[in-house]
Nanobody, 124 residues
């Protein structure tokens, strides 16, 4: 099991910045990658950015050039630097960690772990 705790959310004005943090504990060695998701009111949860153990990262088109995901493996932490925030970035941001498992039958499955979420509100 992996436990995740986020922090750093808040209320900011359009154009300002925030930095989200996530601390992982538990079976950290089982993690293959970590990511940030967000969920706006009335909408489905969506992936924002992800980073693998090897450091490869990818971003949703809506945040490219504004957000940066990073990891501090020594401290088991994940970060999301958010610059140039827009009202449409408002939502609950969740830290995610997942491990890929290959069963005896060769089937590949994924174990996902989630934090409790942190609210980000961007006013116009």
């Amino acid at each position: 099991q992996v436990q995740l705790v986020e922090s750093g959310g808040g209320l900011v004005q359009s154009g300002e910045s925030l930095r989200l943090s996530c601390v992982a504990s538990g079976s950290i060695s089982s993690i293959d990658a970590m990511a940030w998701y967000r969920q706006a009111p009335g909408k489905q949860r969506e992936a924002v950015a992800a980073v693998t153990n090897g450091g490869s990262s990818n971003y949703a088109d809506s945040v490219k050039g504004r957000f940066t995901i990073s990891r501090d493996n020594a401290k088991s932490m994940l970060f999301l630097q958010m610059n140039g925030l827009k009202p449409e970035d408002t939502g609950v941001y969740y830290c995610n960690a997942f491990s890929v498992v290959v069963g005896r039958d060769g089937r590949v499955s994924r174990n996902d772990y989630w934090g409790q979420g942190t609210q980000v509100t961007v006013s116009s």
